[in-house]
């Protein structure tokens, strides 16, 4: 069956880095495109990063990055310079679009990330 399952979150200390991993199984990697998503307590979801051309929020820009290895297969998200308002439950994503079919999407059950000093 489908899984996502994401790991690597902890607690950091701000201005650290992190690097969140997600291991995928059940599906075929290459044939989707990989997001992250964040929740934080008392907010909405969202992208802050994404292999397809999309705006991810505006807090991140910069300081986070996506990347793959097709042969895991496993998607990452690298953070870097991290503030208190980094803090949030980490989602991976996977979606296919179908042209004239609806969309797939696959989700992970999250990490916590939690910035603090």
């Known amino acids: 069956q489908v899984q996502l399952v994401e790991s690597g979150g902890g607690l950091v200390q701000p201005g650290g880095s992190l690097r969140l991993s997600c291991a995928t199984s059940?599906?075929?990697?290459?044939?989707?495109?990989m997001r992250w998503f964040r929740q934080a307590p008392g907010k909405e979801r969202e992208l802050v990063a994404t292999?397809?051309?999309?705006d991810i929020a505006d807090s991140v820009k910069g300081r986070f990055h996506i990347f793959r290895d097709n042969s895991e297969p496993t998607v990452y998200l690298q953070m870097d310079s991290l503030k208190q308002e980094d803090t949030a439950v980490y989602y991976c994503?996977?979606?296919?679009?179908?042209?004239?079919?609806?969309?797939?999407?696959?989700w992970g059950q999250g990490t916590q990330v939690t910035v603090s000093s």
């Open positions: 292999e397809e051309i999309a």
């Open positions: 994503n996977a979606r296919r679009r179908l042209v004239g079919v609806s969309d797939i999407d696959f």
């Open positions: 059940g599906f075929i990697f290459n044939d989707f495109a």
